[in-house]
Nanobody, 129 residues
Framework: VQLVESGGGLVQAGGSLRLSCVTS????????KCWFRQAPGKEREGISC????????????YYSSSVEGRFTIGNDAAKNTMYLQMNRLTPEDTAVYYC???????????????????WGEGTQVTVSS
């Protein structure tokens, strides 16, 4: 499994960015997908997922309270690519962002996101005030 993020950069507060994650090495549509981030000096946090592996919650999307209403997770199975559209960015969104996939994840519960098997290297997002 390989995951390669792109799309990070420097943006002013209130702006938008779209992160992409090109994937390979697995059946794209059968894996659960999540985005995590880690800000300087803080623990890594899960921010968004889309469920695919289990029929019970296939298609469900999940967002942490910190990004709900501003970020949107998406994917393009034809391109084996997952996305994170980020709007109304604030300096608190400054972090390294990681795409992750798992063949059978545990769905998030509130702001609790669980282990994911495979991770990209991350892409830096910096939001200036």
């Amino acid at each position: 499994v390989q995951l390669v993020e792109s799309g990070g950069g420097l943006v002013q507060a209130g702006g938008s960015l779209r992160l992409s994650c090109v994937t390979s090495g697995f059946t794209f549509d059968e894996y659960d997908k999540c985005w995590f981030r880690q800000a300087p000096g803080k623990e890594r946090e899960g921010i968004s997922c889309v469920a695919r592996s289990d029929p019970k919650w296939r298609g469900n999307t999940y967002y942490s309270s910190s990004v709900e209403g501003r970020f949107t997770i998406g994917n393009d199975a034809a391109k084996n690519t997952m996305y994170l559209q980020m709007n109304r960015l604030t300096p608190e969104d400054t972090a390294v962002y990681y795409c992750t996939v798992d063949p059978d994840f545990r769905p998030p519960s509130g702001d609790m996101f669980y282990h994911m098997d495979h991770w990209g290297e991350g892409t830096q997002v910096t939001v200036s005030s």
